[in-house]
C-alpha cells in the first residue's frame, strides 16, 4: 500500500514560470511533511518542511502548501530556474515507527 | 560542518554474498537511518539507530541488520545478498532520536550491484 503518492512522474517548466509539484497521502496522523531535492548521484537534500498544524510555508521562491482535508502536499516554485532541475520527493514524518515514508518522486525540468 | 558521508561509492557483490557499507553522521547528529532506493522509486526506510540501539524499523527481513558506534556512525551489513537488493543504499543523519527535529540530512549512498 503507497501511503504517499506523487502521481506525476514529470513536469516541464519553462525558466521563470511557477512549478507546481503534488503529492497525495492516505494517513491523517501524519504530523510533519517534507520536500526533498536529489540531483543524479547525490543524496537527497532537504528543501522545506511543514508541521500539519500549519497550511502554508515559506521560503525564499519555495513554497509548500498543506491541505488536510484533501490530504494533498503541494510545492511551489516562483519563479522556477534551469538549477531547479532535478527529481523532487516529498516525505512524511510517520510517528509510529520513527521514519520518513517517500513518494515515488517526480522530476522537474526548467528549460532555459 | 561535516555532511554525511558513506563508503563505498559503488559496490559490485555476487548472489549470496555479504556486504557492509558505512555511514559517517553530520557533525552534532546522534542518529542515523538507512532507506533503500530502487530505481525510479524513492526511499524506503530500512531502520534508525538512536544511542546504538535499533529505534524504528521498516519492513526488511531479519537479514538486514545495522549497528551504530560511540562516535554515532553507522553499518548496514546485507547476508545472502539477493539480485533485488541491488540499489542505491542511502544513510541519513539527525539528533535526538528523530524526536522534535524531523529534517534528515542524507549522504551521497553507497550504489550495490548484486549479479
Known amino acids: 500500500d503507497q501511503q504517499v503518492k506523487q502521481n506525476s512522474p514529470s513536469l516541464s517548466v519553462q525558466e521563470g514560470r511557477i512549478s507546481i509539484l503534488n503529492c497525495d497521502y492516505t494517513?491523517?496522523?501524519?504530523?510533519?511533511f517534507l520536500w526533498y531535492k536529489k540531483y543524479p548521484a547525490e543524496g537527497p537534500t532537504f528543501l522545506i518542511s511543514?508541521?500539519?498544524?500549519?497550511d502554508k510555508n515559506e521560503d525564499g521562491r519555495f513554497t509548500v502548501f498543506l491541505n488536510k482535508s484533501a490530504k494533498h502536499l503541494s510545492l511551489h516554485i516562483v519563479p522556477s530556474q534551469p538549477g531547479d532541475s532535478a527529481v523532487y520527493f516529498c516525505?512524511?514524518?510517520?510517528?509510529?515507527?520513527?521514519?520518513?515514508?517517500f513518494g515515488g518522486g517526480t522530476r522537474l525540468m526548467v528549460k532555459p | 560542518e561535516t555532511g554525511v558521508t558513506q563508503s563505498p561509492t559503488h559496490l559490485i557483490k555476487t548472489r549470496g554474498q555479504q556486504v557492509t557499507l558505512r555511514c559517517s553522521s553530520q557533525?552534532?547528529?546522534?542518529?542515523v537511518s538507512w532507506y533503500q532506493q530502487a530505481l525510479g522509486q524513492g526511499p524506503q526506510f530500512i531502520f534508525q539507530?538512536?544511542?546504538?540501539?535499533?529505534?524504528g524499523r521498516g519492513n526488511f527481513p531479519p537479514r538486514f541488520s545495522g549497528l551504530q558506534f560511540p562516535n554515532y556512525s553507522s553499518e548496514l551489513n546485507v547476508n545472502a545478498l539477493e539480485l533485488d537488493d541491488s540499489a542505491l543504499y542511502l544513510c541519513?543523519?539527525?539528533?535526538?532520536?528523530?524526536?522534535?527535529?524531523?529534517?534528515?540530512?542524507f549522504g551521497p549512498g553507497t550504489r550495490l550491484t548484486v549479479t
Open positions: 511543514i508541521s500539519s498544524i500549519k
Open positions: 494517513n491523517s496522523m501524519f504530523d510533519y
Open positions: 557533525s552534532g547528529h546522534n542518529t
Open positions: 541519513a543523519s539527525t539528533s535526538g532520536g528523530g524526536r522534535g527535529t524531523y529534517e534528515q540530512y
Open positions: 539507530y538512536y544511542r546504538e540501539e535499533e529505534n
Open positions: 516525505a512524511v514524518h510517520n510517528n509510529a515507527g520513527n521514519m520518513l515514508t
